[in-house]
C-alpha cells in the first residue's frame, strides 16, 4: 500500500461516522452503513477498504433496502450535484448483475438508469448514482477502475 493511500485511509477512518439504516427485512438484524465521501476508489480498492474495517460493500436485496439507501443519499448530496457510489453489484453474465456479497441477483425493476444497463466500456461493476435533494437514486453498470465514493455495510 503506498503511503499517501494509507494516510487517506487512516483519515478517513477518523474522521467518519456511520449511518445506521434500520430494515426489518434483513435477516441479521439492523443494517449499518459507513458512507464514504472522504476519497474516491476504484471498486476493489473500495472492497478492500470495507473488509479492512470489517464490513463489506453495501447490497440492497429488495426495494425496502434501495429506498432507505435512496433517502439517505437524497438529503446529503448537495442540490443539482451528481455523485456515484460503488455498492457490491458484479455482472455475472451479459446485462444481468448479482450481489457479491449475497449471491442473489440484482432484482430492482425500474431502479436502472435510463437505458442500463448497457455495458459501454466494459462495465461490469455496479454503481448507486445520485443527483441531489431533487433527484432519485438509480443504478448503473460501470467499469470497476472508475474511482467513485462508496457505501460498506455490517456484513450480511
Known amino acids: 500500500m503506498q503511503p499517501s493511500w494509507m494516510l487517506l485511509v487512516i483519515i478517513a477512518m477518523a474522521t467518519a461516522n456511520p ?15 459507513f458512507v464514504q465521501k472522504f476519497f474516491k476508489a476504484t471498486f476493489f480498492q473500495a472492497a478492500m477498504f470495507c473488509a479492512n474495517i470489517g464490513m463489506e460493500l ?13 433517502e439517505y443519499l437524497i438529503k446529503t448530496v448537495p442540490r443539482d450535484e451528481l455523485i456515484e457510489y460503488w ?31 448497457n455495458n ?15 433527484g432519485r437514486l438509480y443504478m448503473n453498470d460501470a467499469n470497476c477502475s472508475v474511482r467513485n465514493y462508496f457505501i460498506c455495510q455490517n456484513k450480511v
Not at 434500520?22 to 449499518?32: A, M
Not at 446485462?95 to 449475497?102: A, I, P
Open 58 to 70: 453495501v447490497s440492497c436485496n429488495n426495494q425496502r433496502e434501495f429506498d432507505e439507501v435512496n
Open 19 to 33: 449511518i445506521t439504516v434500520t430494515s426489518k427485512n434483513i435477516s441479521k438484524g439492523d443494517k449499518n452503513l
Open 87 to 117: 455498492s457490491a453489484g458484479v455482472k455475472i453474465e451479459p446485462m444481468k448483475f448479482g450481489w457479491m456479497n449475497t449471491g442473489l441477483p440484482v432484482d430492482l425493476p425500474g431502479m436502472w438508469g435510463p437505458g442500463e444497463p
Open 120 to 134: 459501454i466500456g466494459n462495465e461490469e461493476c455496479l454503481e448507486f448514482s445520485v443527483k441531489g435533494k431533487t
